[in-house]
């Protein structure tokens, strides 16, 4: 299983204050030496937080598998097909939205993501599909041609009791069409502490790609640190 860290969080930090802390790029570094096995970034049209710059030094330093988020967008894309990550996951992307907030509706519009994904496919990059846990979306993404689909767990996390159950199993049931259709499995979105492991626990998981839950226990269980190494540093 591997664990592919999200250090959008932290470039949403450093934009808060448009300066060059905290660096995403010194968070993958950090993250790769706690084990990650991927770095995971979203180059989003706004540039809310990842920065072109970002990506390109990301590209030469991170030595894992790189996985670039993107829209179906000229722009991104044409980004992509140049810096060639180890992995295009291609996800929905509207601005006024807070985070990615659903899965690609590759349905309704199979033919922009069809293109997107015989361009990126014809520069050799892999794709990954962010999709719902829905049936006829995963077959989409089988015949247009997905290395892999992400499955959205935002549902699963955001449920309670006996609807998170249904969820999960809604999930268990695309999982095992993906895998039945040769692509392969990952999941992520709204995973923490306490919920990962049902979904990693899904045979044929291959990847879960995380941030929030990461990057909010590192500010809680870094501060006590910063906070002493402050202390020191006004004390000269
Ligand atoms: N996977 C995808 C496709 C995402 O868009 C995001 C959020 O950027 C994540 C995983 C990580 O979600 P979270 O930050 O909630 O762990």
Redesign the pocket.
């Known amino acids: 299983m591997e664990l592919g860290v ?1 250090v ?2 932290v470039a949403t930090l450093r934009q808060a204050r448009r300066t060059y802390e905290p660096d995403p790029v010194s968070a993958a570094a950090l993250a790769v030496l706690g084990g990650a096995d991927g770095i ?1 970034v ?1 180059l989003r049209e706004d540039r809310r937080h990842i920065q072109d710059r970002d990506l390109e030094i990301l590209k030469q330093t991170v030595f894992v598998k790189l996985n670039l ?1 993107l829209a179906c967008n000229q722009d991104v894309l044409a980004i992509a097909c140049r810096l060639r990550p180890d992995q295009a ?1 291609l ?1 929905p992307e509207r601005r006024e939205e807070v ?2 907030e659903g899965g690609l509706d590759v349905v309704r519009f199979r033919e922009q993501v069809s293109r997107a994904v015989t361009l990126l496919r014809d520069a050799s990059i892999p794709v990954s599909l ?1 999709l719902d846990p829905d049936m006829e979306a995963v077959e989409v993404a089988a015949e247009i041609g997905a290395a892999a689909v ?1 499955l ?1 767990t935002g549902q699963y996390a955001h449920a309670r009791g006996a609807a998170r159950e249904i969820e999960l199993r809604k999930l268990q049931t695309a999982a095992r069409r993906i895998l039945d259709l040769g692509m392969a499995l990952h999941a ?4 923490n502490y306490q919920n990962v492991f049902s979904i990693a626990s899904i045979p044929g998981m291959r990847e879960l ?5 990461i990057i909010s226990r590192a500010v809680l269980v870094g501060l006590e640190r910063a906070v002493r190494e402050m202390k020191s540093a006004i004390q000269g």
């Open positions: 999200n959008d969080h995971t979203h988020e996951t996800v985070t990615t962010f992400e959205h992520g979105h709204g995973l790609n995380i941030g929030h839950a």
